[in-house]
């Protein structure tokens, strides 16, 4: 069982918005601002989306945002489009792990 | 461009011996933290440790401490994973990282090797 909970699966038509949410705990996502997100598509490694919450990094769409409320954290996927189906991973750093953990994964299909 | 590659897949028996690698290039390769990635099959991602390439400072995740052993040969820029009793339950892929970790928390990963898999079955 992974430390944060993600939604297995999470889905969306093209041009539509959806959002993916990463719940921990105060020792982990609620008590730090070290939040990152990654996209990994079949058979490939993942890639960074966003870090520190809602920090994208150079190339990545703006499409893309991240976000904190308490506990849970956000990925928002903004106007949809084919090539974002993906699994998306959420980590943060952790009281109980200093090496940070990660979420079990979300599978988002663009219908 | 900072690259991060892998050595190839690999099919062992339990009770064996691995190590497996991952070669960096394009950065100082002292100047960084390297990290080993764990995804079982269909399964998430995990951290198992990390090795700071200058001077070889490693630490490791709670679950995989005793298990395994990270090392580095900054001679040529390469870092390693190893075990030395293989289990059938370290069947995965193995990703090797460069973190950007700053004051002992990783802050995220932007480099990422493309993955060894590992096999372990009788």
């Known amino acids: 069982q992974s430390a944060l909970s993600q939604p297995p699966s999470a889905s969306g038509s093209p041009g539509q918005s959806v959002t993916i949410s990463c719940t921990g705990t105060s020792s982990d996502v609620g008590g730090y601002n070290y939040v990152s997100w990654y996209q990994q598509h079949p058979g490939k490694a993942p890639k960074l989306m966003i870090y520190e919450v809602s920090e994208r990094p150079s190339g990545v769409p703006d499409r893309f945002s991240g976000s904190k409320s308490g506990n849970t954290a956000s990925l928002t996927v903004s106007g949809l489009q084919a090539e974002d189906e993906a699994d998306y991973y959420c980590t943060s750093y952790a009281d109980s792990n200093n090496l940070g953990v990660f979420g079990g994964g979300t599978k988002l299909t663009v219908l | 461009e900072v690259q991060l590659v892998q050595s190839g897949a690999e099919v062992r028996k339990p009770g064996e011996s691995l190590k497996i690698s991952c070669k960096g290039s394009?950065?100082?390769?002292?100047?960084?933290?390297i990290g080993w990635v764990r995804q079982m099959p269909g399964k998430g991602l995990e951290w198992m440790g990390i090795?700071?390439?200058?001077?070889?400072?490693?630490r490791y995740s709670p679950s995989s401490q005793g298990q395994v052993t990270i090392s580095a040969d900054k001679s040529i820029t390469t870092a390693y994973l190893q075990w030395s009793s293989l289990k059938a339950s370290d069947t995965a892929i193995y990703y090797c990282?460069?973190?950007?970790?700053?004051?002992?928390?990783?802050?995220?990963?932007?480099?990422w090797g493309q993955g060894t898999p590992v096999t372990v079955s009788s």
């Open positions: 990282t460069r973190p950007s970790i700053v004051g002992g928390i990783i802050l995220r990963v932007d480099y």
């Open positions: 394009g950065y100082i390769f002292t100047n960084y933290w």
């Open positions: 090795i700071f390439a200058g001077d070889s400072d490693t």
